[in-house]
Nanobody, 123 residues
Framework: QVQLVESGGGLVQPGGSLRLSCAASGPILSINAMGWYRQAPGKQRELVATVSSGGSANYADSVKDRFTISRDDVKNTVYLQMNRLKPEDTAVYYC?????????????????WGQGTQVTVSS
């Protein structure tokens, strides 16, 4: 069974930093795009950042120049370094991975979500 497990959330003061991690496990053959999304109370889930298998990153305008997404394909892990955090960054952060998994020849491509990690920015 494929699982994505996030870690690194918590409470931080405005202007502070946090680093989120998301590790994928299971019978994974390869991972395409990986990304981070967030959902604040009463709002829809929104894209924060994505990174392709080739390392190309894409960011929401609201986090550009503050957040950095990266991945370690040996560890099947995606990271989100968040700097200069603002109260409006408060949300549950979810990771997502588009991947191939299974036992050959039965290969399946699907998208998976982590369980979410809370980030609260408050003084």
């Amino acid at each position: 069974q494929v699982q994505l497990v996030e870690s690194g959330g918590g409470l931080v003061q405005p202007g502070g930093s946090l680093r989120l991690s998301c590790a994928a496990s299971g019978p994974i053959l390869s991972i395409n795009a990986m990304g981070w999304y967030r959902q604040a109370p009463g709002k829809q889930r929104e894209l924060v950042a994505t990174v392709s298998s080739g390392g190309s990153a894409n960011y929401a305008d609201s986090v550009k120049d503050r957040f950095t997404i990266s991945r370690d394909d040996v560890k099947n892990t995606v990271y989100l370094q968040m700097n200069r955090l603002k109260p409006e960054d408060t949300a549950v952060y979810y990771c997502n991975a588009d991947l191939f998994y299974g036992l050959l020849p039965g290969v399946i491509r699907d998208g998976f979500w982590g369980q979410g990690t809370q980030v609260t920015v408050s003084s």
